[in-house]
């Protein structure tokens, strides 16, 4: 089956840190675009960042908000992608997604089910 | 940055109608752009990529058009599943969402 599972999330104080992950299954990783979407309470949806496919040369790129705080990264043996977050801001808060893109294009058409990131002072 | 704007913000409709939702994007993005589904409580599912592509196993119903900066999602005879809420997505450069569209019932 096709699918994302995550774990990780929590509260978590502010200028804290925490790692998300996102197990992959019956995607081919090294050829899909991974991405970490995020909601803030009751908003839209918010683009943090993705990891090219390794065919197209693996770069990672982060929204603005988030650069220089967090940190893509995946482990090849066990099919899985994480998201390392530091110096949490409040702001930060809200329900994180990981995305895959498993065809040609980039557009993400698997979705894990989301896991919640509460930053609190 | 490439910034997504959606209108309306909000719409109102019944089952059965015909509705279209744009997005503008603030530069050409030729047809990077993706359109998105989500209800309540639930990750979002992709019904269009590439601008009108439809995405395997979406229904028919749903259909996308434009390129360059403007573009819209159009729903045709509505089901009582398609009250949620519809984003767009540029993916040309790095990648941005638009503000969300809100379909209620009327």
């Known amino acids: 089956e096709v699918q994302l599972v995550q774990s990780g999330g929590g509260l978590v104080r502010t200028e804290g840190s925490l790692t998300l992950s996102c197990a992959a299954s019956g995607i081919t990783f090294a050829s899909a675009w991974m991405t970490w979407v995020r909601q803030a309470p009751g908003k839209g949806l918010e683009w943090v960042g993705h990891m090219k496919s390794k065919t197209d040369g693996g770069t990672r790129e982060y929204a603005a908000a988030v650069k220089g705080r967090f940190t893509i990264s995946r482990d090849d043996s066990k099919i899985t992608m994480f998201l390392e977050m530091s110096s949490l801001k409040i702001e930060d808060t809200g329900v994180y997604y990981c995305?895959?893109?498993?065809?040609?294009?980039?557009?993400?058409?698997?979705w894990g089910q989301g896991t919640m990131v509460i930053v609190s002072s | 940055d490439t910034q997504m704007t959606q209108s309306p913000s909000t719409l109102s409709a019944s089952v059965g109608d015909r509705v279209t939702i744009t997005c503008r994007a603030s530069?050409?993005?030729?047809?990077?752009l993706a359109w998105y589904r989500q209800r309540p409580g639930k990750a979002p599912n992709l019904l269009i990529y590439?601008?009108?592509t439809l995405q395997s196993g979406v229904p028919s119903r749903f259909s996308g058009s434009g390129s360059g900066t403007e573009f819209t999602l159009t729903i045709t005879s509505l089901q009582p599943d398609d009250f949620a809420t519809y984003y767009c997505q540029q993916y040309n450069f790095y990648s941005t969402f638009g503000q969300g569209t809100k379909l209620e019932i009327k």
């Open positions: 530069q050409s993005i030729s047809t990077r």
């Open positions: 995305a895959a893109s498993s065809g040609w294009d980039q557009a993400s058409d698997i």
């Open positions: 590439d601008a009108s």
